[in-house]
């Protein structure tokens, strides 16, 4: 019998055992990746891209506006046709 301290480190290890395990998706990737060529190529002006889905899905957080946001989706949509 281990104890209510034993069984809190068990859970401890397999939180942080499953936290290592978790990896972008390829369509994270490539959006990420696509980001980056963005941003290298002075395209990306005001905002960021905080969050991206699994399925590439990405979300643009604006400083007050969206000023920027057609300009990225543009070059967003440029790089995505390179890397299919």
């Known amino acids: 019998m281990m104890g209510r301290r034993g069984d809190t480190l068990i859970l401890a290890a ?9 990896q972008n998706t390829p369509a994270q990737d490539r ?3 696509a ?3 963005c941003k290298a190529q002075g395209r990306v002006s005001q905002g960021q891209i905080y969050r991206v889905e ?6 643009f957080r604006g400083t007050d506006t969206l000023y920027g ?9 440029e790089e995505f046709a390179k890397r299919k």
């Open 14 to 22: 397999v939180l942080l055992a499953g936290c290592a395990t978790f």
């Open 31 to 33: 959006t990420w990746a």
């Open 35 to 37: 980001y980056a060529a």
């Open 54 to 59: 699994p399925d590439g899905r990405w979300w």
């Open 69 to 77: 946001y057609q300009e990225l989706q543009a070059c967003m949509r």
